[in-house]
């Protein structure tokens, strides 16, 4: 494959032809090989909910426009969505309820975790109801617990407490009024199973309205109860320094790579990096030297200042270097190719998650109870690995990038506190209004190899700050866009004269030195309900509707049906959502018409389509303007 399409990232072309002469076939090879792709699936017209199939709608009319049981081209994508929207909620609420059980272990006394952040707790807790005066920590935690307990056992039709607790009335008005409250989140996921098998729901409206339900699943079920539990249990984040790219491996310390979501995992192996370094250092090296991929990457970085290595597309790349020793995965976004790549490298691959076993991996069991003791296995496993390593095979690319993140909603309104502490929102809407800040963009999700690696994510973000567009970033997105320095504060230089003037203010007010990054960086994709609470603050604040502000958000690059659950969260929340890459829905100009256009006046929010990076900030900063023009700004 030709090196200049793939990525903009300047480690990528080198590290790709050090794979080739070792006769390593990476991602962007597969794809090539995978090349050209089925039609059907890209339009989302093809079934296979029963063995009668598969079954296939001609999308030029020529040929079958049913399946062989009358399914049309309209039930089979709405269909199909919303069983992708499913798994990416079950994916998000599985993470959040292996976070609510040390919740649980913690109250009853676990040693291998505690609590935190009292302050949070305090806060979730009175979000909750829970009255917490007199009360100790556990017995805090222990009703928390139960409420929360409680959405995943209600078996009648009672909307989820979490989602109420946390949502503003006119969503609630609006998500009741359409239907689409969910209830029980486990019974939501088993219900929309139930509902896409053959011989069920033919009625796409009633279809896509279920994956509207499904999205808020994700939204309250998945991320905002995964990130404040995390928050709870780690800590809230703050601001933090690093660095981001592939040039933060190290050749003379240990490197070790947490890759994957749920900082239960990559938390207890920062702690023990930290412990085990003499023997580390007994060992020959100067240390140990962490490093993070995807989601689980941006984890650690917000709360410990964990540098990136990397983001998902080039997670095979990071082995192709030969100087990781360790790489530990959990779940989620972990290539099954890995194993083969590390087999022709020193490099270790340990999986750690009963549901994500690799063959050619080592599996080390993590739970609870073997927490600690599983982590040190293997720090000490890497530091073993890092005597194996053979010289004559190590690339270290140069490039890294200075990073400033670490801004939970809890660190923003800090900061804008220094600029007015008894009112700390005001500084930013009164800017708003005063069209310094045209509006904030949220760029999310993934990376795609149908996309040139993380090409769309900085582009569009260029042409948005350049228009005095504040963005925040979560996910793969802000892996890009660390890597091309526009989380350095430097980068406000690369912002409108209005933006940059509100960053350096805050900047100054808060001792920095210089201004904030153009770019927040909020987390990892749970933590778009980091995003979210930012969203609804902003909407209290100015008494309107969310889906009334001047933002959007964008997810240039996704890939995984997460990315989709979270987005058509981030439409129920009256958020337009553009994506990058074409969604396998467009078989059907129906649906199609639905998410894109009709959803506008149904919920507030729609999605909005677009595979070209210019054109989408063009867009993007037409709905801004439309939305300030609504609100008189
Ligand atoms: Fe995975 Fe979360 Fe997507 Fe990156 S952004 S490829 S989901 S790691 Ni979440
Ligand atoms: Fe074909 Fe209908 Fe079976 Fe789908 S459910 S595979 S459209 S017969």
Redesign the pocket.
């Known amino acids: 494959m030709d090196k200049s399409k793939l990525s903009v990232d300047p480690v990528i072309p080198n590290l790709y032809r050090k794979a080739r002469e070792e006769g390593i076939s990476t991602v962007f090879d597969r794809y090539e090989a995978q090349q050209p792709q089925c039609g059907f699936g890209l339009t989302g017209l093809c079934?296979?909910?029963?063995?009668?199939?598969?079954?296939r709608i001609d999308p030029f009319g020529e040929g079958p426009q049913?399946?062989?049981?009358?399914?049309t081209a309209e039930?089979?994508t709405a269909r199909n969505l919303l069983r992708q929207v499913t798994a990416g909620a079950a994916a998000h609420v599985d993470h959040a309820y292996d976070v609510l059980e040390v919740l649980e272990q913690i109250a009853q006394g676990t040693e291998s975790y505690s609590i935190k952040d009292q302050e949070k707790l305090k806060q979730v807790a009175f979000t909750l109801g829970i009255d917490t005066a007199n009360k100790t920590e556990q017995e805090i935690v222990e009703e928390m617990c139960q409420i929360i307990y409680r959405d995943f056992a209600n078996s009648g039709a009672t909307p989820m407490t979490y989602l109420k607790a946390n949502s503003p009335r006119e969503r609630l008005e609006t998500w009741e009024k359409l239907g689409v409250l969910p209830r029980n989140p486990d019974r939501e996921i088993r219900e929309a199973l139930h509902q896409t098998?053959?011989?069920m729901d033919a009625d796409p409206v009633n279809l896509i309205l279920k994956t509207i339900r499904l999205g808020l699943v994700d939204g309250f079920a998945g991320l905002k109860l995964a990130t404040d539990l995390q928050d709870i249990i780690f800590g809230t984040p703050q601001p933090v320094v690093t660095e981001a790219n592939l040039g933060v491996l190290k050749e003379d310390y240990v490197n070790i790579i947490v890759h994957g979501h749920v900082p239960l995992l990559s938390e207890k192996i920062v702690e023990w990096s930290r412990k085990l370094e003499d023997e580390a250092k007994k060992a020959g090296a100067k240390g140990i030297n962490l490093a993070g991929i995807c989601c689980t990457g941006n984890e650690v970085l917000m709360r410990q200042g964990v540098p990136l290595a990397t983001n998902f597309l080039a997670q095979e790349l990071a082995i192709i270097t030969g100087a990781v020793d360790l790489m530990v995965v959990d779940v989620q976004c972990i290539m099954p190719s890995l194993a083969e790549i590390a087999a022709c490298y020193h490099t270790r691959l340990v999986t750690t998650m009963p549901i994500v076993k690799i063959p050619g991996a080592e599996h080390v069991p993590f739970t609870t109870e073997t927490a600690d003791e599983a982590s040190q296995q293997i720090v000490r496993m890497a530091i073993e690995s890092y005597q194996k390593r053979n010289p004559a095979k190590v690339y270290i690319p140069r490039e890294k990038a200075k990073v400033v993140a670490g801004f939970s909603v809890e660190a923003i309104v800090k900061a804008l506190a220094k600029l007015n502490p008894d009112d700390p929102l005001k500084p930013l809407i009164d800017n708003i209004v005063s069209g310094n800040i045209l509006g904030v963009v949220a760029t999310v999700g993934c990376n795609n190899v149908k996309v040139k690696h993380d090409w769309f994510h900085i582009e569009l973000v260029k042409e948005l700050i350049k228009n005095n567009v504040l963005v925040v970033t979560t996910g793969c997105s802000a892996h890009a866009l660390a890597k091309a320095g526009l989380m350095d504060p430097a980068a406000a230089e690369w912002a409108g004269e209005g933006l940059r003037a509100v960053l350096t203010a805050i900047g100054t007010a808060n001792d920095l030195g210089g201004p904030l990054p153009p770019v927040l960086h909020m987390g990892s994709c749970v933590d778009n309900s980091r995003i979210g609470d930012l969203v609804i603050a902003v909407a209290n604040y100015l008494k309107v509707s969310p889906k009334d502000l001047p933002i959007a958000a964008s997810a240039p690059e996704y890939q995984h049906e997460k990315a989709l659950s979270i987005g058509t969260w981030a439409v129920a929340m009256g958020i337009m959502t553009h994506l990058g890459v074409v969604p396998p829905v467009v078989g059907s100009s129906k649906v199609t018409r639905i998410l894109t256009q009709d959803a506008e006046a149904l919920i507030g929010g729609k999605f909005y389509v677009e595979t070209d990076p210019y054109k989408a900030a063009a867009g993007i900063i037409e709905h801004i303007k439309a939305k300030r023009a609504l609100l008189n700004l």
């Open positions: 079934c296979r909910h029963c063995v009668q199939g598969p079954c049913a399946g062989i049981c009358g399914a039930v089979i098998t053959m011989g």
